[in-house]
């Protein structure tokens, strides 16, 4: 289904059907099909997958279905510009928004992430607790951190970008979730040190949480593994999301 306004009222109407090529011989299918051309294939996942194209269709490339990465629509907005650059370009625009727009943090009530990547056997760890775990810390060294900071109650917790220099303590306030795990890609590539992923024997294991449009990548061409942030993927389907990854980042 697809949303819209129809006679200025929201709706929802079928989808125009969409064949994405994601390797040869594996087709994922999205939309409305043919009531006269059924589409053959299995349902592994969260879409439909074939092995063969439709004779009437054809098909986007997945890295073009995909586009550009997530974080441009981020550094657009903070730019008030086209959002065209690297991954290393939104993390000088954040660090540049905390030096000069950023605000006081009472350092009691800080969270941030501050372990390295692969720290704790890979475990992330969670803010959200009475005490925190894994990367997460609740005091960090002089530099730059993804961290929360608390709101109006136990359970609400802001995403924002964290500045210690000392006893001073400032805080950018971030759009959203998804600008955060940006920020957090981009603070590792642009230190050297960046967050980690695995793929071995069909699965492909996250030690981040991951930006909303991966999210989007994967429940096209895999499915959710046995475990948490993790993707059973085949090796077509992991090389086509590693080659967008690489290319988007």
């Not at 709101?151 to 970008?161: A, K, V």
């Not at 400032?170 to 940006?182: A, G, K, N, R, V």
């Amino acid at each position: 289904m697809t949303p819209v306004r129809l006679s200025g009222k929201a709706s929802l109407v079928l989808s125009r059907p969409r064949w994405i090529a994601v390797a040869p011989e594996d087709y994922a299918f999205l939309g409305k099909a043919d009531g006269e051309t059924p589409v053959a294939g299995i349902m592994d996942g969260y879409v439909r997958r074939s092995t063969a194209l439709a004779g009437y269709a054809s098909a986007e490339d997945f890295v073009s279905f995909m586009g550009a990465s997530g974080y441009r629509r981020h550094l657009a907005r903070r730019t008030r510009g086209s959002g065209d650059g690297v991954l290393g370009d939104f993390w000088a625009t954040l660090t540049s928004s905390l030096r000069h727009d950023g605000l006081p943090l009472d350092a009691a009530q800080m969270r941030a992430v501050v372990d390295p990547p692969g720290a704790h056997d890979g475990y992330f760890g969670q803010h959200n607790q009475p005490t925190v775990s894994g990367r997460w810390k609740v005091n960090a060294p002089d530099g730059i951190w993804c961290g929360v900071r608390p709101g109006r109650n136990h359970n609400e917790w802001h995403p924002i970008l964290i500045g210690v220099s000392g006893s001073e303590v400032q805080s950018l306030d971030l759009f959203d979730w998804d600008e955060w795990t940006w920020a957090l890609l981009a603070r590792g590539a642009a230190l050297g040190a960046p967050e980690r992923s695995e793929w071995k024997s069909g699965t492909l294991s996250f030690q981040y949480p991951i930006p909303a449009q991966y999210l989007r990548a994967l429940r096209l061409i895999a499915r959710p593994g046995d475990k948490r942030w993790t993707w059973t993927i085949n090796d077509g389907a992991h090389a086509a999301f590693s080659r967008w990854r690489e290319a988007a980042l």
